[in-house]
């Protein structure tokens, strides 16, 4: 591989607070960073124009939004009419869980990667503070990681891929403070499940009430506008 090749990394960017810490650090690791976003046609696309601004202020080498629409599969609050929870972060896997998403998502994610070069991908979940997604699992991960030494020609050559997950161990106010640490402003992220007609954030569904919690815990001020 060039030395581009050897540097370069595919970065999964949603437009949330998590992915936007998680390519700056891959960013920080001396990576250049291709950002990928996948518009699966969910329920708000104010996510999507999180990802793209982000993207730019970060510098990214490419921003690539690959379109995947699983509203044609639904299944979930966020890809079928479904009302998002607002009653607060309960014990199991909520209805906002899309059906495999994250396995999807990386497996796109690794694609690009191999056809730019790359045995770098990144991806912001963690297993602390979120809503119990079982595709955020650390044994999720490591379970890719092995996958990917399998389903690629990299792979079969003796190439192996390492997935990143920089957060994976992180609560949400550590998460916060990296934001701060790595200079990055959170107002550019967005985290809501179920924006309001105004634009504003509900502040109710799993991912706002997380998303509180952890700027209230790190000692800094939500610059999102809440309902």
């Known amino acids: 591989m060039t030395q581009r090749s050897r540097s370069s990394a595919v970065v999964l960017l949603s437009g ?12 920080e690791q001396g990576h250049a960073v291709n950002a990928l976003t996948i518009d699966y046609n969910q329920r708000h696309r104010r996510e999507l124009e999180s990802a793209a601004t982000i993207a730019k202020a970060l510098g990214c080498e490419r ?27 309960g014990t199991d896997i909520p209805v906002t869980y899309v059906p495999a998403r994250n396995l999807v998502f990386l497996s796109l994610t690794l694609a ?16 602390l ?25 990299a ?6 891929f390492a997935i990143h997950a920089p957060l994976q161990f992180l609560g949400k106010a550590e998460i916060v403070e990296e934001a701060y640490r790595l200079g990055l402003d959170p107002a550019l992220s967005w985290s809501c499940y179920d924006p309001e007609a105004d634009g504003s ?12 919690e952890g700027f209230a815990k790190a000692g800094h001020l939500d610059p999102l506008r809440y309902a």
Request: glycine residues 12%; negative net charge.
């Open 16 to 27: 949330g607070l998590d992915s936007m810490v998680t390519a700056a650090l891959a960013i």
């Open 63 to 89: 921003h690539v939004v690959l379109p995947l629409d699983l509203r044609a599969f639904g299944g979930s609050a966020l890809t079928d009419d479904v009302a998002v929870p607002k009653d607060g972060v």
């Open 112 to 127: 690009w990667a191999e056809a730019l070069g790359s045995r770098d991908v990144f991806i912001g979940v963690n297993a």
């Open 129 to 153: 503070d979120y809503s119990g997604y079982p595709d955020c699992r650390p044994e999720f991960i490591q379970g890719f990681a092995d996958l990917a030494k399998l389903a690629t020609k």
């Open 155 to 160: 792979g079969a050559g003796g190439e192996a």
């Open 201 to 212: 954030a509900c502040g109710l569904c799993d991912s706002c009430r997380l998303r509180r």
